[in-house]
DNA sequence: GTATGACCTCAAGTAACCTTGAGGTCAACA
DNA sequence: TGTTGACCTCAAGGTTACTTGAGGTCATAC
């Protein structure tokens, strides 16, 4: 908060840069994950007299979101729209990153309903016994439970 | 509740058995995914002469679950565990189902907290637009951020 | 001077969760 | 009689999200 210049800060000098174990260290997401999210687009990185990635210290925070969206279980193509305002050849501005944060938060907001729901329908149907299934809509395929496509489901 | 011998209630006559298509229907399960949950053990059938599957109906709850397991994220195979006290051969009663759908609200109390943390942290940390990284919980990969294997992650 | 470590690419493998396809049986309907 | 529809099996394919492996380049440490 106070020592906004301290060793985690944003700065533009380019031996500020980091290397893909230093950015894997800090985020702990794998170096492959990270050249695999490169590859998607999802990051972005130059390179180097090695040809070795080099990463702006602003990737950081974009990484962790990835991370995030992993463990909410957002899918990593939705992840490019949810990314839209955001530049990537750029530290991003405050108002950036607000505009997508607020994004983020619905996208939490629906996870946490649907879940809601889950549990109040949980709550309402097999948690009293009652083993009449006509009203349940757990049971009910009509609204979401039906099928949409291959590969693994997520929330 | 109180049609409790509807359509829709648990019988144990022969032929109010289910045929696959017809538990698709009501479940929204695809056929082919009927017949992988039967391979992993989630659910059971019988064969009848023509060595088509016949199911009873107290196995369209079973999918139900099986159904809202994927929809919060939780691994099929996690889900034999979590079906243990429910019996695969003859309907469950009261208590069984009770005490299975507890389990099942703590799991889904988990997620909904995971979720809420994350809400609170992306409030905290990104939608207050403080761009230092040290006291960010986000950006902090200590707790569960790191890989565990290959694979999709889930929630 | 060589060995170690960090990085590179590209291809193939893996895991979860199914779907699709090929090839076949059976009953009912026209 | 034949063809349609629902079911069967078994094998292979597909999607997401990666990891692993093979084969190679550098720079630094010993």
Redo the contacts with the bound molecule.
Sequence with gaps: MTDYRSNDDVRATPDDWL????V?ARTG?????????EE?GLIA?E?D?????RYPRHMLRRVAL??V??RI???????REAFADVPLDRPPSHQEWQRASRGWKRRLEERRQTIERLEAELTGCIGCGCLSMKACALLNPGDALA?D??????L
């Design positions: 290397s893909i174990g230093e894997s997401a794998a170096v492959s994950a990270l050249r695999f999210y998607l990185s390179r007299d090695r040809n070795q990635r990835v991370s969206a992993k279980g957002i899918p990593l193509q939705d992840l099928g496509g291959a590969g693994p489901r997520r």
